[in-house]
C-alpha cells in the first residue's frame, strides 16, 4: 500500500483484558514508531524499532505494554489487563531509515477505548 | 529533554484570511516537523524543517534554530485547512516531542 497502515481502526474492550494492535509501515521502510495520543494532547512516543530489534522503548509507561517486529515490517503493540486509562488513541509511524534527519510518515491510528 | 510549545492554541479564521502558527522549542533540533490532523485524525506531513524556509502551494514554514521557533505560514484559508496543528521535534533522536497543537477553525 500507498501509506500506513492500521487495524482494526476501532476497538471497545472491557478493563483487564488483552488487546493486540497491529502496525503495517511503508514498504521498504526499516524504522517503526508506536506514539500514543490522548484526548486534546499531542502524540507522545511510546517505542521505536530499526529493523527486528527495539532501539528505543523509554516511552513504554509499564510492563503491560509490549511490542513486535518479528520480521522487520509488520509490528503488534499489546497491551495485557487494560486499565480504562489506556483508552487513547495508538498511532503508528514509519521512516526510510530511521534517524533524526528522516520524516517520519504517520497511520490513521486504532482508537482504543477501554470500558 | 526538550519541549515545544504551540502558540495560540486556538485560532478562529473566515474563509481567506491568513495566519501564522507559532512554535518554540527549548533547545537545539535536528528534526523538526510540521503536521495537519484533520478531523478524522490523520496526521498528515506539510514540512519537514529542522532549518531555513520552504513552501509548498498556499502553506510556507521558516525555523530560525538559533532562536529556538518555527513559523507556519498560511495564506487564503480555506474550510479544510480546518484542523488541529502540530510542531515536533527532535534532537539526535528518533523520538519525536510534540506540542499541544493550534486548533483551527475556518468558516466559509
Known amino acids: 500500500g500507498a501509506g500506513v497502515s492500521q487495524t482494526p481502526s476501532n476497538k471497545v474492550t472491557e478493563k483487564g483484558k488483552y488487546v493486540e494492535l497491529r502496525c503495517d509501515p511503508i514498504?521498504?521502510?526499516?524504522?517503526l514508531y508506536w506514539y500514543r495520543q490522548s484526548l486534546g494532547q499531542g502524540p507522545e512516543f511510546l517505542i521505536y524499532?530499526?529493523?527486528?530489534?527495539?532501539?528505543?522503548d523509554s516511552g513504554l509507561p509499564n510492563d503491560r505494554f509490549f511490542a513486535v517486529r518479528p520480521e522487520g515490517s509488520v509490528s503488534t503493540l499489546k497491551i495485557q489487563r487494560t486499565e480504562r486509562g489506556d483508552s487513547a488513541v495508538y498511532l503508528c509511524?514509519?521512516?526510510?531509515?530511521?534517524?533524526?534527519?528522516?520524516?517520519?510518515?504517520f497511520g490513521p491510528g486504532t482508537r482504543l477505548l477501554v470500558l | 529533554g526538550i519541549q515545544v510549545e504551540q502558540s495560540p492554541p486556538d485560532l478562529i479564521l473566515q474563509e481567506g484570511a491568513n495566519s501564522t502558527l507559532r512554535c518554540n522549542f527549548s533547545d537545539s533540533v535536528n528534526n523538526l516537523q510540521w503536521f495537519h490532523q484533520n478531523p478524522w485524525g490523520q496526521l498528515i506531513n506539510l514540512f519537514y524543517?529542522?532549518?531555513g524556509t520552504k513552501q509548498n502551494g498556499r502553506l510556507s514554514a521558516t525555523t530560525v534554530a538559533t532562536e529556538r521557533y518555527s513559523l507556519l505560514y498560511i495564506s487564503s484559508s480555506q474550510t479544510t485547512d480546518s484542523g488541529v496543528y502540530f510542531c515536533a521535534a527532535a534532537y539526535n533522536t528518533d523520538k519525536l516531542i510534540f506540542g499541544t497543537g493550534t486548533r483551527l477553525q475556518v468558516f466559509p
Open positions: 514498504s521498504g521502510h526499516t524504522a
Open positions: 524499532f530499526q529493523g527486528t530489534g527495539a532501539a528505543d
Open positions: 509511524a514509519s521512516s526510510s531509515a530511521g534517524g533524526p534527519y528522516e520524516t517520519q510518515y
Open positions: 524543517i529542522p532549518s
